[in-house]
């Protein structure tokens, strides 16, 4: 029943853009902050971007504050991630997520419920 769903994954240049998109179904998605995370070969997953559109909050990695944004549409319940200045080191596999609760943004993968399938970006150099 629940259901995320990735897309706008891609091979991408240095120094150029993808919008990434997270389509949720099957819940009530004000009620859920929504993650993104990526992993890359023989590393770990880890948390770039988070947002709680009820609470109005953000959370940037540090590797991508300044590039990357998250953003939600409610109405289309979907979030998306504009990457912005893309690098080789951002190349993985994007995964969003879901995270039921209020208060400090959840930023690791064991505190995410629902998970999609992943998109990959590719950025070459």
């Known amino acids: 029943e629940v259901q995320l769903v990735e897309s706008g994954g891609g091979l991408v240049q240095a120094g150029g853009s993808l919008r990434l998109s997270c389509a949720a179904s099957?819940?009530?998605?004000?009620?859920?902050?929504i993650g993104w995370f990526r992993q890359a070969p023989g590393k770990e997953r880890e948390g770039v971007s988070a947002?709680?559109?009820?609470?109005?909050?953000?959370y940037y990695a540090d590797s991508v504050k300044g590039r990357f944004t998250i953003s939600s549409d409610n109405a289309k319940t979907t979030v998306y991630l504009q990457m912005n200045s893309l690098k080789p080191e951002d190349t993985a596999v994007y995964y969003c997520?879901?995270?039921?609760?209020?208060?400090?943004?959840?930023?690791?993968?064991?505190?995410?419920?629902?998970w999609g399938q992943g998109t990959q970006v590719t950025v070459s150099s």
């Open positions: 947002i709680s559109s009820t609470e109005g909050s953000t």
């Open positions: 997520a879901a995270h039921y609760g209020l208060g400090p943004l959840a930023v690791t993968p064991d505190e995410y419920s629902e």
């Open positions: 099957g819940f009530i998605f004000d009620d859920y902050v």
